[in-house]
Nanobody
Framework: QVQLVESGGGLVQAGGSLRLSCAAS????????MAWFRQAPGKEREFVAQ???????YYTDFVKGRFTISRDNAKNTVYLQMNALKPEDTAVYLC???????????WGQGTQVTVSS
């Protein structure tokens, strides 16, 4: 059974930092592309960042220069370092594992990030 468990969310003031973690089990972690998405109340889920098996990374424009995605294949974990947080970053952050070129995709339950002004 595949599980993705996010942690590290919380309440932080604008300008602050948080580091999210997503621990994966039940899959061959190194073969999956890992990504972070977020969903704010009343809004659609949106892409934040992705890291491929070979380490290539992609970011959506609104987090470039502020967020950094990384992975530790030995620990089956993907991270999202979030700096210079803004109130508009407030959302539930969800971890995704996707096997490229297939329809196989798994989601975590999410972790709440709240940024106060």
């Amino acid at each position: 059974q595949v599980q993705l468990v996010e942690s590290g969310g919380g309440l932080v003031q604008a300008g602050g930092s948080l580091r999210l973690s997503c621990a994966a089990s039940g899959l061959t972690f190194g073969t999956y592309a890992m990504a972070w998405f977020r969903q704010a109340p009343g809004k659609e889920r949106e892409f934040v960042a992705q890291i491929l098996r070979d380490g290539r990374v992609y970011y959506t424009d609104f987090v470039k220069g502020r967020f950094t995605i990384s992975r530790d294949n030995a620990k089956n974990t993907v991270y999202l370092q979030m700096n210079a947080l803004k109130p508009e970053d407030t959302a539930v952050y969800l971890c995704n594992a996707r096997l490229i070129t297939t329809a196989i995709s798994y989601w975590g339950q999410g972790t709440q990030v709240t940024v106060s002004s």
